[in-house]
């Protein structure tokens, strides 16, 4: 089983419409996640943290969910420019060390929003 | 602040011979990641630092792979000899801890393909 899986879609959705992606882990002792997004032949880009008691950006909104293992990504009113793979991020340590722990990546859910 | 700095962006060359990658990290980050990004596998971790120091290098294929990190401001990523399999884009990352957790900032990567 990977350690992030995520449905690589593509997601086809119109303009202005709600899309919702999930992204499950397989290592119970996950501590830190995350959303990056990555636009075609760019690098990936933090989108978001997403915290314990789940939090909101703006049109998109990140929970996560420890008992099942999973955390989601809401995307309200979406708009063109929302196209992009999404990339779900888990790390398995805290770095309470100061320095940083190992990033595992899904290989991304693609969104592509049309007129 | 001019980011991640990755060289070369573009790299073709034949199998057998030896390619080098190179990696400058934002000033002030001590944390360092080469990641590969390919269709079927996604982003995968080879080789990540920690103050210049390798802390998790089992990503790394194989031992003609191997990356350094002199200091804290340049890192490099070589193979040799090169495969037609190695052909992928590398990421180059570097983190800073914010809020307790690791924040990555992506160079633009180097493509590289190998005839």
């Known amino acids: 089983r990977k350690e992030v899986e995520q449905d690589p879609g593509p997601f086809n959705v119109p303009e202005g419409a709600t899309v919702a992606f999930n992204c499950t882990y397989s290592?119970?002792?996950?501590?830190?996640f995350f959303w990056y997004r990555q636009d075609c032949r760019k690098e990936p880009k933090l989108l978001m943290s997403v915290y314990s008691s789940g939090n909101e950006d703006g049109r998109f909104t990140a929970q996560l969910n420890r008992a099942s293992q999973y955390i989601s990504l809401l995307i309200r009113d979406s708009k063109l420019s929302d196209s992009a793979t999404y990339l779900c991020v888990v790390t398995a340590e805290a770095p309470y060390t100061g320095t940083a722990s190992k990033l595992t990546f899904g290989t991304g859910t693609r969104l592509q929003v049309t007129l | 602040d001019a980011g991640v700095i990755q060289s070369p962006r573009h790299e073709v060359t034949e199998m057998g011979q030896e390619v080098t990658l190179r990696c400058k990290p934002i000033?002030?980050?001590?944390?360092l990641f080469w990641y590969r990004q390919t269709m079927m596998r996604g982003l995968e971790l080879l080789i990540y630092?920690?103050?210049?120091?390798?802390?998790?290098d089992s990503g790394m294929p194989e031992d003609r792979f191997s990356a350094k990190m002199p200091n804290a401001s340049f890192s490099t990523l070589k193979i040799q000899p090169s495969e037609p399999r190695d052909s992928a884009v590398y990421f180059c990352?570097?983190?800073?801890?914010?809020?307790?957790?690791?924040?990555?900032?992506f160079g633009a990567g180097s493509r590289l393909t190998v005839l």
């Open positions: 990352a570097s983190s800073r801890i914010l809020s307790g957790a690791n924040v990555l900032t």
């Open positions: 630092f920690n103050n210049n120091v390798p802390i998790d």
């Open positions: 290592n119970s002792a996950s501590q830190s």
């Open positions: 000033s002030g980050h001590n944390s």
